[in-house]
């Protein structure tokens, strides 16, 4: 049993399972890879057809696609962490500030 590739089969089939349920942000923090998978900017596609009628796309031909810059993105690994409240360190002088905040 291979436990790294097990991992990675687990990590794969998470991602596809939760595509569309925004748990991806949670899963690349608790599993301390976003460097890796998130330290690229951000990328969508525009889609252009030609059809007969936009309710029918029975009569949609001639598919095309341009990839686009949708959004900068740079992690900083303070990111894992979100700050506290200055109401919360207020109430504690106790507390310490995550670290880069």
């Known amino acids: 049993m291979n436990v ?11 991602r596809i399972e ?5 748990q991806r942000y ?3 923090r608790r599993w301390m890879i976003a460097p890796q998978a998130m330290d690229h900017n951000a990328k969508g596609i ?8 936009r309710p029918e796309r029975s009569t949609y031909h001639d598919y095309q696609y341009n990839t ?6 740079k992690w900083e690994d303070k990111m894992y962490f979100v ?12 507390l310490v500030q995550n670290p880069g905040y």
């Open 83 to 94: 700050p506290i409240t200055q109401d919360e360190m207020n109430r504690n002088d106790k």
């Open 4 to 14: 790294l590739r097990d991992n990675e089969e687990y990590r794969n089939e998470r």
């Open 18 to 22: 939760m595509a569309f349920e925004e």
């Open 46 to 53: 525009e889609i252009y057809v030609q059809g007969q009628s």
């Open 26 to 28: 949670f899963d690349v």
């Open 68 to 73: 686009i810059h949708v959004q900068d993105r």
